[in-house]
């Protein structure tokens, strides 16, 4: 078994740091853009943004059914600075970490997301997932 992977993707926006921020924590945007795919219904979204708070995403498609998708906060410092432990199974005892870091940058700012832990046969698949939630965080904006 190989080590495991660290998958980073960045982005700009032309949105305030708060505003890309607060998008990761509001449960309206986020059932348009995190983890919502382009044949699946975000039918379930729970969030209790604080720390060790958790949170619950459920993705229901045509192809597997519900993808459930939980995690925890770890650390909350807006609009710097977001990290969650990361399970796609409650009963999970492993976890990743996701970070989301956003700098000012311009009138806009800047997004980088890092996901550490994930399996080495899954990064490419992992690195391509984020990149649609991160373009699709834009128009959730």
């Known amino acids: 078994m190989s080590a ?9 926006f032309a949105a305030s740091p708060e505003r890309v921020f607060d998008a990761w924590l509001d449960s309206e945007r986020v059932a348009r853009f995190l983890f919502a795919t382009p044949t699946g219904q975000i039918v379930r979204v729970e969030i209790d943004a604080r720390v060790g708070g958790r949170f619950l995403i ?8 519900e993808a ?17 432990d990361f399970a796609v199974d409650q009963h ?36 391509g997932g984020w990149t649609m939630i991160v373009e699709g965080l834009e128009g959730a904006l």
């Open 92 to 127: 999970m005892k492993e976890t990743t970490r996701v970070t989301i870091e956003i700098t000012p940058h311009g009138s806009g700012c800047e997004l980088v997301l890092t996901h550490e832990g994930v399996p080495s046969d899954y990064a490419e698949r992992t690195k």
């Open 4 to 12: 495991p992977a660290v998958v980073v993707v960045r982005r700009r």
């Open 58 to 65: 459920v993705d229901r498609r045509p192809d597997v059914g």
């Open 68 to 84: 459930e998708h939980y995690g925890r906060y770890v650390e909350i410092d807006r609009p710097r600075r977001l990290v969650f």
